[in-house]
Nanobody, 125 residues
């Protein structure tokens, strides 16, 4: 299983970006997918997650109402739409996936078996 993120970049505060996460090699709908981020000098932080059929989604409080996670199983791709970006959203954003079902532990990095290399998001003030 290989995960490849794209869509990061430099944007002004208040702007938008859409990140993509493409999974190769397996039946994408069987995987729970999540986005994590790691800002400068910080640990890895949960951002959002989505179940295989997109019935369940969860977000960290700081992005609720601004970010939307979604997926297109026909394209083997998950997305993170980020609106109203703030300088504190600056981070390296990682896509993660696991074959196991969606559980209340969705926010834990150790739950996920596969990780992408990350895509940088920088928000200027």
């Amino acid at each position: 299983v290989q995960l490849v993120e794209s869509g990061g970049g430099l944007v002004q505060a208040g702007g938008s970006l859409r990140l993509s996460c493409a999974l190769s090699g397996r039946t994408f709908s069987s995987y729970t997918v999540a986005w994590f981020r790691q800002g400068p000098g910080k640990g890895r932080e949960f951002v959002a997650s989505i179940s295989g059929t997109a019935v369940s989604t969860d977000y960290t409080d700081s992005v609720k109402g601004r970010f939307t996670i979604s997926r297109d199983n026909a394209k083997n791709t998950a997305y993170l739409q980020m609106n109203s970006l703030k300088p504190e959203d600056t981070a390296l954003y990682y896509c993660a996936a696991k074959l196991r079902r969606y559980t209340p532990r969705y926010y834990l990095a150790e739950e996920y078996d596969y990780w992408g290399q990350g895509t940088q998001v920088t928000v200027s003030s």
